[in-house]
Nanobody, 132 residues
């Protein structure tokens, strides 16, 4: 069974930075595509960033491109999301999800109807609040 544990959320002023961490345990880390999606109250889920561990390729949503950076530390089985130049509209619960032998489409195209049992790993979420 694969588990992911997120950390690093919090409250920050607009223009500030936060780094989220997603620690993965229980399976072959290098086989995974792992990413983050976010959900704000009353809004659709949005896949914001993803990385395929084997080759390090990344993808970002247009809304965070150039401000967020996803990376992995393969020695620690951990994926990071560095969030800079934060805006109030980045306020949401951020979830780490992963799936073995998949592409980053699993994050890019996530919808409100997708459920945790469709993924190998789905975190508990961490709140990010950006004040204006």
């Amino acid at each position: 069974e694969v588990q992911v544990v997120e950390s690093g959320g919090g409250l920050v002023q607009a223009g500030g930075s936060l780094r989220l961490s997603c620690a993965v345990s229980g399976s072959s880390f290098e086989d995974y595509a792992i990413g983050w999606f976010r959900q704000a109250p009353g809004k659709e889920r949005e896949g914001v960033a993803c990385i395929t561990i084997e080759d390090g390729s990344t993808s970002y949503s247009d809304s965070v491109e150039g401000r967020f950076t996803i990376s992995s530390d393969n020695a620690k089985n951990t994926v990071y999301l560095q969030m800079d130049s934060l805006k109030p509209e980045d306020t949401a619960v951020y979830y780490c999800v992963g799936d073995a032998y998949s592409t980053c489409g699993i994050v890019q195209y996530i919808t409100n109807s997708d459920s945790p049992d469709m993924y190998d790993a789905w975190g508990q979420g961490t709140q990010v609040t950006v004040s204006s």
